[in-house]
Each structure stands twice: as C-alpha cells, then as structure tokens.
C-alpha cells in the first residue's frame, strides 16, 4: 500500500463562516458595474428630479406664490418617489440583467458556490448590488430632499402633523428598491443572456403596465392598477403620500399584498434558479 | 489511510437517470486519479463532494462533515470545475483576488496569495492580461490557480490537463504530485489514461455511476485472477527462451514479436511466472522485461468489459 508522506500540517484556512458573506460579492459587482461610464451618467441623470425638487422648495420659499403651480407638501415626496420608480427601473435593467444571467452563462456560479458561501449568501450578495444602486437614486435623494425642504421651510415642514413624511420615504423607497431589485434578479437568473433578461424585465413590466392601461379605459376601475408592479408602486405612493389620484385610489393593502406575492414569487424562481449544477432532464 | 473523503452507500439521480449508483468508498490523502469515459459519473462524484449536488442516498462526507450544506467546509477545499467558470473581463490576479475575498482573505493578504498561486500555476507573466484573452492552456491553469489560492487539504480537479499544452502538462503533473506528496487529498478525474498514470498508481475506476475497482493499479491488476497477466521480455535468443518456459503449466502462450527480439507471455500466475523465469532468462539473454498489463489502460478496458 502507499505509504503518504504527512508533512503537510500547516493548515491557515478559517474555520467558522464570516457573518458578512456577501459583502465581498455586493462590492466587485458594483466596481465593475461603476467603472462603466454611460452607467455614472445614468445615475448622475436620476439626480437631475433631486435637484429640480430643491430648486423647486427654494423658490417656492422665497416666492409663495410659486405654490400655486409647484406646491411643496407631502404629495410632493410622493410625486418624487413616484418618478424616480422609472430610474430604478432602468437602473435594474442596465445593473441588474446580467448580475446571474452572465455567471450562469460563464459557470461562474460555480466559482462561487465552491467557497464559504451558501446560495442564500449569493443571492443576497447580487441583491445588496441592485439594492444600493436603486436605494441610491430614491431612498438618499428622497431624505436629503425632505432634510432640504425642512431647513429651507421650517415652517412648513416642521410640524408633528407632518411627522410621518420621512418613514413614508424610507417605507416608499424600500418596497420600490426592494421589488425592482427582487424581480431583475429573478428575470435576470431565467436567462444566460444578460440581454435577452434586460429585455424580459423591460417587457414584464412595461407590458403589464400596458394591460392596465387598456383595462383602465376598458372599465374605469382603479383596481386595474393591481396588474402593474409600477401601478402597484404608485397605489401605494398615493395611500402613503395622500396624493388622491383617483386611478391609484384603494386600500394600501391591496398593492402592499400583490408586491409581497410578486417578491415571494421572485424569491421562489431565486432558490430554484441559483445552483451550481445546472440539472438538464 | 485516514479517508478525508467518504462516499457511504452515495447514490445521486436525475429523475430516471442514475449518475452514481450506490457508491461506497474512502479516499485518503495522496492523490487519486478517477478514472471513467465520459458519461461515467465522475463530474457527479465530485459534485458531490463539492456540496455542488445533494445525494439522492446516502451520504458523502469530506474531512468527516457532510458535504452538502456545509459552505464552511471549502476553507479546507479546493474545487477546480471542468466548465470554463470566468469572469472574462477580468485580470488573472483580479479574478484570484476576488475569489480570495470571497473565502475571507482581506485585499492585502488576498493578493499576496493570488500572486503565490499564479507563480504556482505559471500564469505570472499573465497576471494582468484580461481572462478573456487567455488561451485554453491558460484557462485551465487558472482555474487550477483559484482551486490552491487558499491552500486547501482537499482538492478536486475534474478534467484539469484538458487542452494543456505538453510543457504545462508536464509542469501541472509534477504540481499535483508535489501537492499529493505534501500529504494533501487530491482527487483527480480524468477520461485519458495515460494523464491520470503520470499522476498517481492509486485509482478508483468507475462506469455507468459504479465504482468498478479501487486501489493501487497493481492491486486491482492482481484482483482479475481470471484475467491472463502479459509479460513481455527482450532476449538475445527468444526462441530459446520459449523453449525453456513453455512446457510450465502456468503460461497460457508465447507470441514472437515482429522484430525478432521480443517476446510476450501470457500467463495465469504472475508471482509463479517470475520466480520460474530467472533463470531461463539469464541463458537467454533477456535484456528488458515489463509488463503492459500494469499500463492502466488495459485494466480499465478489461474492467469495462466484464
């Protein structure tokens, strides 16, 4: 029988599991996602509605009249959120197509999945790289807007009746992030090509916003918003925010229930999707 | 042998597809070669040691824990995949780097592993030229490199000489060598003989998802008493060699070879065999003797087809 030499003792290799797994997986993506010029000036375009909004606070502080046309109250966060759901859109389409799409094409998925990390940590990992790209164009402009807008009108933002604008904003700004990001990595990981699921997410959610849209001028019913993720989106914008628009106007829980089983469906297509092995039948 | 891999009773299917069929074995430290033609079940047998697929039965156990759902495990193993797994717009040391990371070395200490790893690997000349412009060679040496980045006990290597050039086969044979001797597990697949022989004399034969043999070539060589064992010799006088040896009752046959000098025996029991011929050698002149049967490939054919 061979006789193994044993002198290879000299094991540095940690044991237990980091409790921060995914982070390293978050920050290569995003390097690599930022080096990319036309991607900065995306995110540099999905500012422009932030600094429209503060112009907007400034001059309606220093001309009251101005509120006739641009008012600035609650609705206004609503409105901003609203908008800025059209630049996590893109921002998931343009950041977030190939984030599985490309490992599953390259097998780097394997790579992954042959070091410390569970496929729960991959996922999260992708997941934190939309999360902060789509957090950074609505949750940080929509509080910086509403810490401008307290500074620049104290008087009118500064009351305990207005109290609940900043969790609205984070609330807002969460579920959008959360749901875009959910459903990008989901399409993104139905596919090898990080085209072909840029081009499925775009169709998902712009084609479900045209059936609402023909519902809508079919029957006149607000409920044809439960159809659309960004109807879903802006429903909910308009119960948090007050905003009254009567094709949003229902209960909040109604697009709060379709966006929860939207990102449970999207969580179920990630656990069967995300493996090392691909298995054919 | 310690095993540090174990495979009890392992069976893995694909709805009616069966890839491993009730498998138990035990692999230790040193390398092993595992051996199979395409389809055989290596990829799944490895997989599953990786904790890349569950077991459908039984278990697999690598350095004594269950190996799928037990992430924490590959600080101590190295996987190198046969698919090309890349991030192509990346550098070789970008691309260890990263991996390096993902195993919880901070950048500093991360780098300065990638960097041992591609001298390892002869990459590092290539180190800062994108992966999408390697070559095929070049691309399996790399995943070999991310395989031994963070020194691990236990390395699985499927196919890992595909498309080498000679020089970096040779280079990549003597490296899995060092490393077995260095008393780490080292798993070997392969479906080309000869690669696997130039690596290790242990192996574990397997076909349609069974393990047809396992052990030292030799071993398994004299588990096939039924199987004739050749010998061929090169005498000055062939013909008087097969005179002196034929009449014993333990060779089957004699076969003069085409150049005159050599002649190939077969015989029933080797052990007899050879302490008969001394001296009918030694009259005969017989300058080489070797057995081809020991060449893997001819037990692996015989295997097969039983």
Not at chain 2, 250 to 277: I, K
């Amino acid at each position: 029988m061979p006789i193994y030499e044993q002198t290879y003792r000299r094991y540095e290799a940690r044991a237990p599991l980091r409790t921060i797994r995914s982070w390293p997986i978050t920050r290569e993506a995003l390097r690599l996602i930022l080096s990319r010029r036309a991607f900065l000036g995306l995110l540099l375009v999905a500012w422009g509605q932030f600094l429209f909004r503060v112009i907007q606070v400034y001059v309606v502080t220093r001309l009251p009249e101005a509120a006739r046309v641009l008012p600035i109250d609650g609705r206004m966060f609503g409105q901003f959120l609203t908008i800025q759901t059209l630049f996590t859109l893109l921002l998931s389409i343009f950041g977030g197509a190939g984030l599985i799409a490309n490992d599953l094409r390259t097998g780097a998925i394997l790579v992954y999945l042959s070091r410390p990390l569970t496929r729960r940590d991959y996922v999260i990992g992708k997941l934190g790289v939309l999360l902060a790209l789509n957090l950074s164009v609505t949750l940080v402009p929509g509080l910086l807007l509403y810490l401008i807008a307290l500074a620049l009108a104290p008087e009118q933002f500064a009351k305990w009746s207005l109290a609940w604008i900043a969790p609205a904003i984070v609330l807002q700004s969460v579920v959008t992030s959360l749901v875009m990001s959910l459903l990008a990595l989901a399409v993104s990981s139905l596919s090898r090509s990080a085209r072909v699921a840029g081009l499925g997410f775009f169709g998902l959610v712009f084609g479900l916003e045209v059936v609402r849209g023909v519902l809508r001028a079919l029957y006149d019913r607000p409920e044809s918003a439960l159809l659309s993720i960004q109807a879903d989106l802006q429903s909910l914008a308009n119960a948090l925010f007050g905003m009254g628009e009567r094709a949003f106007q229902m209960p909040w829980a109604y697009p709060a229930s379709v966006l929860l089983a939207v990102s449970l469906a999207c969580l179920a297509i990630l656990r069967a999707r995300v493996r090392a092995v691909e298995i054919v039948r | 042998m310690t095993a540090t891999l174990e495979y009890v009773r392992a069976s893995k299917w694909y709805g009616p597809v069966i890839a491993l069929n009730d498998v138990t074995t035990a692999v230790g430290p040193g390398v092993t070669g595992l051996l199979g033609p395409n389809g055989a079940g290596k990829s799944t047998f490895l997989k599953l040691a990786a904790g890349q697929l569950a077991p459908s039965q039984g278990e697999v156990r690598v350095l004594g824990r269950i190996s799928w759902g037990s992430p924490e495990l590959f600080h101590r193993v190295g996987v190198c995949p046969e698919p090309d797994a890349f991030w192509e717009s990346l550098t070789g040391l970008q691309f260890l780097t990263a991996l390096l990371s993902l195993t919880g070395f901070d950048e500093a200490e991360g780098r300065r592993r990638a960097e041992a790893a591609l001298e390892q690997v002869a990459l590092a000349d290539a180190r800062n030229r994108k992966i999408g412009g390697y070559s095929k060679g070049m691309r399996q040496r790399i995943k070999l490199g991310q395989a031994l980045a963070h020194d691990p006990e236990v390395l699985l290597l499927d196919e890992p000489l595909s498309g080498m050039d000679p020089v970096n086969r040779r280079r990549i044979v003597d490296l899995v060598k060092k490393l077995g001797r260095e008393g780490r597990t080292v798993l070997v697949s392969s479906h080309i003989l000869h690669e696997v022989e130039a690596m290790t004399r242990r192996v574990l034969l397997i076909h349609n998802g069974r393990i047809l043999a396992e052990g030292d070539v030799r071993e398994i060589r004299d588990l096939m008493d039924e199987h004739p064992h050749t010998v061929a010799l090169r005498a000055r006088d062939p013909r008087a060699l097969a005179r002196a040896i034929v009449g014993a009752p333990h060779v089957l046959s004699v076969v003069f070879g085409a150049e005159g000098e050599w002649l190939t025996v077969q015989t029933a029991r080797p052990d007899d065999f050879y302490a008969s011929v001394h001296e009918a050698a030694l009259e005969a002149g017989v300058s080489e003797m070797y057995s081809p049967d020991e060449n893997l490939e001819s037990v692996f054919r015989y295997l097969v087809a039983r």
